[in-house]
């Protein structure tokens, strides 16, 4: 089978396609993979930067979606059934594997490229809004790179599980027009976001981005307000005066939703039942970004760089 080789730490133009046998494995569940999706640990793996680091080479691709062509007994899955996964690695290839119970049966109104921007980007919301940062129905959320994948899910997860208010914060009026489109009731520019939301304005605010924004998000919080930090696109790691956190009452929340979820086995099945029902009726819709073919992995990987990337970027064998 093509698949995609990390053969090298030297970045994504590195990446290459290559032809080896197809993965075999009686305990997981065989994939005929139809859409995978590329996410910004693909692109520090490419350095050597992610904390998962494979033996060289290694095939990368922690989210597939597509046919079931084999299944281990006792699984609930059959061949030819359409699934969503988490491959954790090798699935940037036409076939991989994934645990059972990392593999989740695809309603049919949901699209290949819907399933493989799902998974990942949304458990990891759903975990941050309603698992750490206990969202309540009817407060107001703010939503940092409300126009990228995280940024999407946690507007169209906000406004599922009740919220009354999201605002999503973005850099350019192109990328706003992505927010509004995922759901979010009102759009401010990063510069100056402060002043366009309001001092103790907001209950939850989402961070994908971290960076010199990170005080001003903490002046936003109503009292017992929660920062969610789910990472740092921006670059560098910001840094908290405690005192705020005192004289304000307001929390800031550690999201780490892979080490947690995968050393719990079954705690994603009971994320991904908790979410179906509004994947079903729409209001969860993943926003398919860019859409590459698998010889195009170098530009996709690279592509995460710059945060020009609005939606989930995609792989298709």
Known sequence: MRAIHISSLDGPEAVEVVEIADPSDDRMVTIDVKAAGVAFPELLQTRGLYQLKPDLPFVPGAEVAGVVSAA??????????RVAALSLLGGFAEKALARPDLTFALPDEVSFEEAASFTFNYATVYFALVERGGLVEGETVLVHG?????????IQMAKAFGASKVIGVVSTEAKGEIARAAGADEVVMADGFLEAVGKASVDIVVDPVGGDRFTDSLRTLREHGRLLVIGFTAGS??????????LNNISVVGVGWGAFAMSRPGHVGKEWAAMLPHLRSGALRPIVGATHRLEDAATAIASLEGRTVTGKVVLVP
């Open 146 to 154: 409300a126009a990228g994948g995280i940024g999407t899910a946690a």
């Open 237 to 246: 790691i910001p840094e908290v005066k405690v005192n705020r956190l005192l």
């Open 72 to 81: 281990p007994e006792g699984s609930g899955l059959s061949v030819g059934d």
